[in-house]
């Protein structure tokens, strides 16, 4: 997917990416893959690359393609595995190919109770002896075995626990019967992407799977989906700074909720062919949304959606259903100026006439960009610190930023090493009748700087 100003010209459009972090399999009898030059640039899509190269496959930059080594570890070390919680879907591959796998216990954002109780019932489900020791997973299995799995949970049904017991299943012997899987765009994209290995697994899309192991999977070529979440940041940064944008190579199929929650508030979104159009012709509207699994409003949505609306006139109300105790982002879009008010799952939003620069941190991932979005529309200078979070789910968002008239600044050294922050230096510009920008008021051009410092070890 690319993004580019409406009048740009395609050499100057900038591309943006899939996450390939999902993209696990069980290595048994294959013997290569590769994924096209669209494969994200970020650390949660590198990170696994790196976990990959100890537990197996062997991977060249993008465009990937990753080898298998049959002398490889079973071992998932916490160094890697603590970074990003999508590096618990080793296990399931770990686990159908090998036949052992020791995965140390996820990390990732702190955005409330994440519990792999539903991975390991799954995997237990198909025949493996499973303990935590140590803050790690040990699994054993002689070989898998099919059979019939409930993987829903208290908030919904869970992605990558539908991610690992399916990629078990694919080599364990009998059919496997999942019943309430995710139906995400990133589990049927990982469904196509093992059928076209060999394996037999049908339903996707559907909360019911059905899997037929098979004896060994073969290499293939294959092309990743669009990131829907990057691509729903860009739409709400457009609307957030009355803007003009088009994105490039985005299937609207994966987000009918998050166009159908932006034309309810007044935003213009056209559609043509692979790409679509989003501009802001008008006061915008507040509204009231619920996060749900999908085909729902997606939760990674949410706290860019939350600075959105702070900017919006009237009452708004946003309750998250899947993570409903994520709102570590609360304190600080209300630091920029922002007027909320927390009521367990529900977060009341009263939006005020502008935001106010100011220093904030990032708690996590989706909370970072949300701050970059609020500081984009705010007036005055930001500070965003611990920007490091941002780097985790964005392939060099600042680039594609500046590309839409922000002006942006990535340094890498600071005198007292603190954590990775973003200065926003924002100024408000009178915008000449004559000049054309995607990222503008009715009246003004908003700039900054964002300069990056390299974060501390943590």
């Not at 062919?273 to 012709?281: L, N, P, S, Y």
């Not at 930023?401 to 922050?421: E, F, K, M, Y």
């Not at 990222?439 to 974060?455: N, S, Y």
Request: one cysteine or more; glycine letters at 8%.
């Amino acid at each position: 997917m690319s993004v580019r100003h409406e009048v740009a010209s395609p050499e100057n459009t900038s591309p943006l990416t899939g996450p390939v972090e999902d993209l696990e399999c069980p290595t048994g009898g294959w013997d290569e893959f590769s994924a096209d030059e669209r494969c994200s640039r970020s650390d949660d899509a590198l990170d696994p690359l790196s976990l990959d190269s100890e537990t197996g496959p062997q991977w060249q930059p993008p465009p990937l393609r990753l080898e298998v080594v049959d002398e490889s570890e079973c071992v998932a070390q916490y160094d890697l595995v603590r970074r990003m919680r999508a590096s618990i879907c080793v296990l399931g591959p770990l686990l159908a190919r090998r036949g052992r796998a020791c995965v140390s216990l996820p990390g990732g954002c702190a955005i409330g109770d994440r519990p792999v109780d539903l991975h390991l019932k799954g995997l237990a489900a198909l025949g493996a002896d499973l303990k935590i020791e140590r803050g790690y997973i040990w699994a054993r299995a002689r070989r898998l075995k099919g059979n019939r799995i409930y993987l829903g949970g208290a908030f919904g049904s869970t992605v990558t626990g539908t991610c690992n017991v399916m990629t078990a299943a694919t080599l364990a012997e009998g059919t496997t019967h999942i019943e309430a899987a995710a139906c995400e765009p990133e589990v049927v994209d990982l469904g196509n992407f093992l059928n076209r290995m060999g394996a037999r697994i049908s339903g996707l899309g559907t909360p019911f799977l059905q899997i037929e192991g098979v004896d060994r999977l073969t290499g293939t070529d294959h092309v990743i989906a669009p990131d829907r979440i990057e691509a729903g940041t860009l739409m709400l940064a457009a609307a957030i700074t009355n803007g003009d944008v088009v994105l490039d190579n985005i299937r609207l199929e994966h987000m009918t909720a998050v166009v159908e929650t932006l034309r309810a508030m007044g935003v213009t979104i056209e559609e043509f062919g692979e790409a679509v159009r989003v501009m802001v012709r008008g006061d915008l509207r507040p509204l009231d949304c619920i996060m749900l699994p999908y085909p729902g409003l997606p939760t990674d949505l949410q706290a860019q959606l939350m600075a959105l609306l702070c900017t919006v006139p009237g009452i708004s109300i946003i309750t998250d259903k899947v993570f409903p105790d994520r709102f570590m982002h609360v304190a600080e879009l209300s630091r920029l100026g922002a007027t909320i008010r927390r009521e367990g799952a529900s977060a009341i939003i009263s939006g005020v006439p502008h935001l106010s620069g100011a220093s904030v941190m990032a708690s996590d991932l989706r909370a970072s960009a949300a701050l970059v979005l609020a500081a984009l529309a705010a007036r005055g200078d930001s500070v965003v610190r611990r920007i490091y979070h941002l780097d985790r789910g964005y392939d060099r968002l600042e680039y594609k930023l500046t590309d839409l008239g922000a002006a942006i600044q990535r340094t890498v050294d600071h005198p007292h090493n603190l954590p990775a922050s973003l200065q926003v230096h924002s100024t408000e510009l009178p915008l000449p009748e004559t000049s054309a920008s995607d990222l503008r008021g009715p009246k003004w051009l908003r700039r900054g700087e964002f300069k990056l410092v390299k974060p501390d070890d943590e």
